[in-house]
């Protein structure tokens, strides 16, 4: 099966504008996750959607960014104005059900974004 | 809140054993998992303790003690490519589901 797929696999945009970033779940996966690290940092949690309903967005840092899941299949967020210290490497995540193990989540290889 | 500690860089050589580390502090515990992540690429799963002992997989093994709140990742015949991240999380629940918590991952480097 096709893994979890992330676009662009890296951005680099000026203070100010905006960044849409894209993940494509393992097809069928309900559960979604988006987490950030910001260099020599933890991979920090910023959303949960099931399906395409925000489940936990307790780690969204500001109303800067907003993320969506359409129709419960691919996500994206959006980072809009950026600011410097939003640069990082953006990871999306999925899960299929509650059955399927607590923590084993598969990753995309992520997308890393410059501020400049 | 959750907080994770681990050590931020290992260094070992080719075919010896290393042990990376894991403290936790978590309210509600829902398991402790393993992580490994090369240079650019995607964090893959590597082991999952929900009790307390060892796990086995192949070279690596992780283990619990969750009277602790303490784990490690053991990784036995090192070879070059292992040389990456790895990181430890913990998972809280959330709605039916669960969130694992990521700690800031430890670089191991392994000479020939």
């Known amino acids: 099966e096709a893994g979890v797929t992330q676009f662009p696999s890296h951005s680099v945009i000026e203070k100010g504008q905006t960044v849409t970033l894209r993940c494509d779940p393992i097809?069928?996966?309900?559960?979604l996750y988006w987490y950030r690290r910001v260099m020599g940092k933890e991979i920090k949690f910023l959303l949960h959607?099931?399906?395409?309903?925000?489940?936990?967005e307790s780690g969204m840092p500001n109303n800067r960014f907003l993320a969506e899941r359409t129709g419960g299949t691919y996500s994206t967020l959006k980072v809009q104005p950026a600011e410097l210290e939003d640069s990082g490497v953006y990871f999306c995540?999925?899960?299929?059900?509650?059955?399927?193990?607590?923590?084993?989540?598969?990753f995309g290889a992520g997308s890393r974004l410059t501020v400049l | 809140g959750q907080s994770l500690e681990q050590p931020s860089e290992v260094t070992a050589v080719e075919g010896a054993i290393v042990q990376i580390n894991c403290t936790y502090q978590?309210?509600?515990?829902?398991?402790l998992s393993w992580y490994q992540q090369h240079d650019g690429g995607a964090p893959t799963f590597l082991s999952y303790?929900?009790?307390?002992g060892l796990e086995e997989t192949g070279r690596f093994s992780s283990f619990l003690s969750r009277s602790d709140s303490y784990g490690y990742l053991l990784l036995q015949e090192l070879q070059m490519k292992d040389s990456a991240s790895y990181f430890c999380?913990?998972?809280?629940?959330?709605?039916?589901?669960?969130?694992?918590?990521f700690g800031r991952g430890t670089s191991l480097i392994v000479h020939p």
């Open positions: 995540a999925s899960k299929a059900g509650l059955s399927s193990g607590a923590n084993v989540l598969t």
């Open positions: 097809s069928g996966h309900d559960n």
């Open positions: 959607f099931v399906k395409e309903s925000k489940q936990d």
């Open positions: 978590t309210s509600g515990f829902y398991g």
């Open positions: 303790n929900a009790l307390d």
């Open positions: 999380a913990v998972s809280r629940a959330s709605g039916g589901s669960y969130i694992p918590t």
